[in-house]
């Protein structure tokens, strides 16, 4: 109790930066670490999760304040959590009208927050239809982009509804981005993320990815956050990973389960 009271004490008097506090590993405290109430609610009440697993909570801590990230946990370890709940908050942070559905700016498929590629369309379906669980009530509009669809189709939706979080396979996102008809532009991205690249690499998507990241700004343009998750980590993703994010502000998460 006493040192509390040093600390709060020091806190006051500006001496000390603040007190760092125990990594979060409930849905319900990310309270604590500034998460918009209407995340956490979508997280406790809509989908009903309570502890996190352990790569939720040794990725979402650090991910939180903005670090890239490199991810290594098993398959059916809860990795899609992981990168969407830190990647919803960094899109709501930079926006707070988009939580006030009544106010809210209209979305657009030319300025596109957030990216999460993913290898196959089977697994990009998924996370869409977890994304958007995470989005009801935030009024983030989450598109998924995939090959094997309608192109047509899919960008009619995207341009009537918008698209803030864009989940694709990299061969339609790049043939997309590379078509200026399809209007899909991302000029102010947020965040990018890259769901098993073990995976991503073994199907030979290593030319899409070198020519998204070249359509993609700068990153010097934008403050922009880059997560790779993986099953595993073979020589060939930690060349892509080394090429991805920034050396100066970045965390390397493995689970030993
Ligand atoms: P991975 O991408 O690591 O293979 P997923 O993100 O697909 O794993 O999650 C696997 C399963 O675990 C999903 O059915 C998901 O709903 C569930 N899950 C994820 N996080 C939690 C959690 N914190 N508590 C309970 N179940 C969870
Ligand atoms: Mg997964």
Same mark, same amino acid.
């Given at each position: 109790y006493s040192t509390q009271s040093a600390s709060a004490q020091a806190n006051r008097e500006g001496e000390f930066a603040p007190v760092s506090s125990a990594p979060v590993t409930?849905?319900?405290?990310l309270s604590r670490l500034g998460v918009n109430t209407r995340l956490i609610e979508a997280l406790t009440r809509g989908m009903g999760y309570d502890a996190m697993t352990e790569v939720q909570a040794m990725a979402i801590n650090p991910a939180l304040k903005g670090s890239d990230m490199v991810a290594q946990a098993k398959t059916g370890t809860g990795k899609t959590l992981a990168f969407l709940v830190p990647v919803f908050q960094r899109v709501l942070m930079d926006q707070p &009208?988009?939580? &006030?559905i009544r106010n809210r700016r209209r979305s657009s498929s030319e300025n596109i927050r957030a990216i999460i590629l993913s290898p196959t369309r089977e697994l990009a379906e998924q996370i869409g239809v977890e994304a958007r669980k995470l989005a009801k009530n935030t009024g983030i509009v989450v598109q998924t982009a995939v090959g094997g669809t309608r192109k047509r189709e899919a960008l009619q939706k995207m341009w009537r509804e918008g698209c803030d979080v864009l989940v694709a396979t990299p061969g339609r996102l790049n043939d997309l981005l590379s078509d200026p008809g399809a209007r899909v532009a991302a000029p102010k991205l947020q965040a990018f993320v890259l769901d098993e690249a073990d995976r991503m690499l073994d199907v030979g998507f290593s030319d899409e990815i070198r020519d998204i990241q070249n359509s993609l700004p700068s990153k010097n343009e934008v403050e922009r956050q880059t997560l790779l998750f993986s099953a595993t980590i073979p020589r060939d993703v930690v060349h892509l990973a080394k090429s991805m994010v920034r050396p100066d502000n970045f965390q390397f998460v493995q689970t030993i389960k």
């Open positions: 409930r849905f319900s405290e &009208d988009l939580a &006030d």
